[in-house]
């Protein structure tokens, strides 16, 4: 215990923390903000000590509840004005098995006003008829295309079917999933299984161009959110009730994969007006490699031009083997995925200005995308511009469609 004469002596001291001030003219003292009476007898520091610390303890308990109490508030919020725009997706196809046709369900999600849709093209491929549950009705949808490299596919429904003349067809409104960073937090909202339509809270893990041995066409988002089969082709959101992304992928227990909207949208906008996706050719592989210092420091990635296929329009513009890619227009270029992700986006007879270093020498060359052949369909063993794919990749660990439980 600490005598009054030394609290006395030492009040300037302990004034400015904020945490003890004398209360009148006598020598009493009451701990501010934690204990509303004078105390009126010496106090142990110790005891101060803990009686701040518990304090703490409460206003931070307090602001958590607080924080978790918005959270829940808010997802709430967000599942219910969007509910009606997030529908079931049934498929069916005819089968060799003995058992009948074959049935796949999925999530799909309005894109406008006008009735059409975006789903998981697993659910729709080779699909003889397609419908939507909209509030218990069974509503015929129209497949305008898929794309497989995507998994993305776009649906056709008739509004007044829906909702009749005196009513709008619900819709999501779309963000911008460039502004996503590791650790946002993000909300996917699915049909699991056969059950009605939830969401699941989860967090923006990184963003990467390949899953194991598959490599997407352009970079996805990696989240921790765990889907169940059935919620794939189901929508993700922002915190502020934007679309982000579409949930295509599954892996593992609690890893899912989403298609950025920004890339959703480019294939969708090629399915409306051309029927199906148009991705541009360039025919050149390209591969990255990193150097290593005589100290063993690891130096800065680069990639340079493993090999230029002839007749292309690679070949067209001048590009040489080992030539080293640092920018395409504005954007500079460190790993193979920044170019994956910058040729996404462009179409057949877009010109574009590349820079390279070749031999030592910044050089700048104009590259006009050209429109892929027929043939080209297989998988280069290195990334190209942008890559041909056999297949989506289908990570089968959870299905992402799954007929309805009987």
């Known amino acids: 215990m600490f005598p009054r004469s030394l609290l006395t002596r030492n009040r300037r001291l302990l004034r400015p923390h904020g945490a003890l001030k004398p209360v009148g003219h006598n020598t009493s003292w009451s701990a501010s903000l934690l204990l509303p009476l004078a105390m009126r007898r010496p106090v142990s520091v110790s005891k101060i000590a803990w009686v701040a610390l518990f304090g703490l303890f409460l206003t931070a308990s307090a602001r958590s509840a607080g924080l978790l109490e918005t959270m829940d508030s808010e997802v709430s919020a967000l599942y219910e004005r969007n509910r009606d725009a997030i ?45 939507i549950d909209w ?59 056969d059950q009605p339509s939830a969401p699941v809270v989860g967090f923006v893990q990184g963003f990467d161009i390949k899953c194991g041995s598959r490599t997407f066409i352009t970079s996805h988002i990696r989240t921790d959110c765990r889907l169940q089969p059935g919620q ?3 929508p993700v959101f922002n915190t502020r009730g934007e679309v982000i992304g579409m949930a295509v992928a599954a892996h593992m227990e609690n890893q899912s994969y989403v298609l950025p909207i920004k890339a959703a949208k480019k294939v969708f906008e090629d399915i409306v007006k051309h029927g199906a996706p ?74 574009v200005n590349m820079t390279v270093v070749r031999m030592g020498t910044t050089q700048e060359v104009v590259l006009v995308i050209g429109q892929r052949p027929p043939e080209e369909t297989e998988l280069a063993t290195r990334p190209t511009l942008p890559p041909v794919l056999p297949a989506a990749p289908r990570l089968n660990v959870v299905p992402v469609a799954t007929p309805p439980s009987r």
């Open 135 to 193: 509030r218990g009705r069974k509503i015929p949808a129209r497949v305008l295309g898929f794309d497989p490299l995507t998994n993305l596919a776009v649906l056709q429904v008739q509004p007044d079917q829906c909702v009749g003349t005196t009513e709008k067809l619900p819709f999501v409104t779309l963000g911008d999933s460039d502004q996503l960073k590791t650790g946002s937090l993000i909300i996917a909202i699915g049909y699991p299984y």
């Open 87 to 131: 529908i079931r997706v049934h498929t069916q196809r005819q089968t060799a098995f003995p058992n009948g046709p074959s049935l796949r369900v999925g999530t799909g999600f309005f894109l406008d006003g006008e009735g059409r849709l975006l789903t998981s093209a697993m659910v729709v491929e080779a699909a003889e008829q397609c419908w």
């Open 232 to 234: 794939g082709g189901g």
């Open 278 to 351: 148009q991705y541009g050719w360039v025919g050149l592989s390209v591969t990255e490699r990193r150097f290593v210092s005589l100290s063993g420091a690891l130096g800065e990635w680069e990639v340079f031009v493993e090999q230029v296929s002839s007749n292309t329009p690679a070949a067209k513009a001048g590009f040489q083997a080992q030539d080293v890619l640092i920018r395409i227009g504005t954007n500079e270029i460190h790993r193979a995925a920044d170019i994956l992700n910058t040729m996404f986006h462009r179409r057949c007879g877009d010109r």
